[in-house]
């Protein structure tokens, strides 16, 4: 498995556990589990452009 | 709820489309890298410029999410479906049964590519045709670029209608139509979809060997459309569940008996410029490639025991048997459909006053295709365990390709659809759609295909493109006093169309085809392709709206 291919299932993965906090955290109104679903959420999303951005560099 | 809408507004929420269409066309990024773009670009246009609170992107993002993972289940089983096939080696067998009933390389593309693709959309969809039939293209010596555009293109017409109607379905649900409206629309929507099947047939025709290719596949492509088109005009106003699959099979069928024709009985020379250069010198596939087809057909299986026809085709008459099994017998579907879970959410409502009802999105698992697909790769691979095609470590190896092709689509399908649900939570869409139809006025009807296909770009589906854009489809029918069964009509035979730009499928094809990160080069073709089909559409629903 590429080092891309693990770091893209990071990626998914990240996203996918930050949908229960950000769930939980906006039905609570409990902002900490709101911010660190939102901060994994992002950054889930922002590993593949990243990755991207890096390959060319 | 009252969003101004200004040309400012509207180039504003046009942004994360911007975004994501210059990443994809003009610096060829995957759907996998530009789609997390586009997400974050949807987030600071509503936080910023639609005032959109947190907590309503919060929602929106979790909803897409949510909607993502149904649709990722049917993703990820299909992709299993596929990497048990290959590694049974039944791709070989399927493909050179095919070629031998059919040894005109014209027909066998368009079996592949129109035929059997639309057919697997008849029982399945959600990607399924593009991502078999990429492979099985490419099987035969077909450029990987083609063997992508070609399906996408062919499959395109049975959305609406196919995979039990589901996107029909959800239009019907959506603008809770009477009745009488709706027998109207599904026959609005079934002409305009004969007009996209049709266009569909010329097409592939075209991109095979241009005005060559149209004459020598005119027959095909008559009695085809007429099979495909013609049945599901018939039969919309019979039965709209089945529609698309049994007129889709027929066709399927009847392409044997046209490969009988005197005209097609002969193997002739594969000199299009689709076919890889050894293929269109007469060298067949080169040794080099054949060796990587080899491969990727037969998962690299040497010595295995010989298979028929009917024995590669073992994991999809499974998924037939499975999938009409528990849909038409009603007490099995009842049983299994009775078991359903879901997520609520609340009504929302942005700085601007753009508001959203609550909502539950359920998901029944035991009726869902990811099932069907899962249940029949299972099925196919035991028959093809059990027939010795199967290798040491097969199990390993599947599901690590599985994880390997899934993952990028997982990261783009989640990306996309959360990135959809914002820009539709703030009131971007809207904005988008009153823009358009306020600067069209009676005119709309011209351009509502487009619309219809520019939601399922944005949500790679023709149900999601139903649900997002149905009820300002009739509301504009309404306001702008066009006849509301073509507009609506327009809306799904559009959003089918758009299945051949949506990033979702052209992805699903380019993973398959071993093109992964080439998504921009595809859509430079779809992309003016589905404009003049659904101008050609349009102009329809012009003179009969």
């Known amino acids: 498995m590429t080092r891309e291919t693990i770091w893209l299932i990071i990626a998914g993965v990240a996203a996918l556990v930050a949908v229960p906090l950000l769930y939980i955290g906006l039905g609570d109104n409990n902002t900490g589990l709101m911010t660190i679903g939102f901060a994994l ?15 060319r560099k | 709820m009252e969003t101004h809408v200004s040309l400012t507004n509207w180039l504003v ?25 586009s997400w974050i670009g949807a987030v600071v246009v509503a936080w910023f410029f639609f005032d959109t609170p947190i907590d309503v992107i919060g929602y929106e993002s979790v909803k897409g999410t949510w909607s993502a993972v149904t649709v990722l289940y049917v993703v990820w089983a299909s992709i299993l479906i596929y ?24 027909l066998q593309v368009l079996a592949f590519g129109w035929a059997f693709a639309s057919f697997l959309q008849g029982v399945t969809g959600f990607g399924v045709p593009i991502a078999v039939c990429a492979p099985l293209l ?18 395109a017409w049975n959305n609406t209608f196919g995979t039990l109607a589901v996107a029909w379905l959800g239009l019907k649900q959506v603008t809770e139509m009477d009745a009488t409206l709706a027998m109207q629309t599904a026959l609005y929507a079934a002409i305009f979809i004969w ?13 095979y060997d241009r005005w060559r290719g149209i004459r020598d596949g005119l027959p095909v492509i008559i009695v085809m459309s007429f099979l495909q088109g013609g049945l599901t005009l018939a039969l919309s106003q019979w039965n709209d569940t089945l529609n698309g699959f049994i007129a889709s099979t027929v066709a399927f069928i009847a392409l044997f008996a046209i ?3 005197p005209r097609y009985r002969k193997a002739k020379p594969a000199d299009s410029h689709i076919f890889v250069e050894s293929v269109r010198e007469g060298r067949g596939v080169d040794p080099e490639a054949a060796a990587k087809q080899d491969a990727a057909l037969s998962g690299g299986t040497t010595s295995a025991p010989t298979m028929s026809l009917n024995q590669a085709f073992i994991p999809y008459y499974a998924l037939l048997v499975v999938t009409f099994g528990v849909l ?14 879901g997520v609520s959410f609340p009504a929302t409502v942005t700085g601007l006053g753009f508001e959203r009802t609550a909502t539950t999105l359920s998901m029944a698992p035991m009726t869902h295709a990811g099932t069907f697909l899962l249940v029949a790769a299972i099925i196919g691979y035991l028959f093809f365990a059990g027939m010795g095609h199967m290798r040491k470590g097969s199990i390993g190896r599947i599901l690590f390709h599985t994880v390997d092709k899934a993952i990028p689509s997982t990261i783009a399908v989640i990306s996309l659809i959360a990135m959809s649900n914002i820009m539709a939570g703030s009131g971007s869409v809207h904005v988008l759609a009153e823009g358009v139809a306020a600067a069209t006025g009676s005119g709309y009807g011209f351009l509502a295909p487009l619309v219809g296909g520019l939601g399922s770009f944005m949500t790679t589906s023709n149900l999601a493109s139903n649900l997002l854009f149905g009820t300002f ?3 504009t029918a309404e306001a702008t006093g066009l006849l509301s069964a073509a507009i609506l009509g327009a809306q799904t035979a559009g959003a089918a169309a758009g299945n051949m730009i949506a990033p979702g499928n052209v992805l699903l094809g380019t993973t398959t085809a071993g093109i992964l990160g080439r998504e921009g080069e595809v859509l430079k073709v779809t992309i003016p392709l589905f404009v003049m089909v659904a101008l050609i559409i349009g102009v329809v629903v012009l003179l009969v709206a």
């Open chain 2, 259 to 261: 490969a009988r024709m």
């Open chain 1, 41 to 55: 959420f992002t950054a889930g999303m922002l590993i593949a452009p990243l990755m991207r951005l890096f390959q």
């Open chain 2, 138 to 155: 490419v099987g035969i010596g077909v450029r990987p670029l083609y063997a992508v555009i070609i399906p996408l293109i062919g499959h």
């Open chain 2, 328 to 341: 038409l017998i009603a007490p099995i579907k009842n049983a299994l459909g009775s078991f359903s879970f």
């Open chain 2, 195 to 207: 007009v996209l099947n049709l266009l569909g047939g010329f097409l592939v025709c075209w991109l």
């Open chain 2, 13 to 37: 929420a046009f942004l994360p489309l911007l975004f994501l269409l210059v990443l994809m066309l003009a610096r060829q990024w995957g759907a996998a890298e530009a789609g997390p773009v």
């Open chain 2, 83 to 106: 990497e048990v096939t290959h590694e049974g080696g039944a791709f070989e067998p399927l493909r050179e049964g095919i070629t031998r009933i059919m040894p005109d390389p014209l």
């Open chain 2, 473 to 475: 489809q009739l509301s």
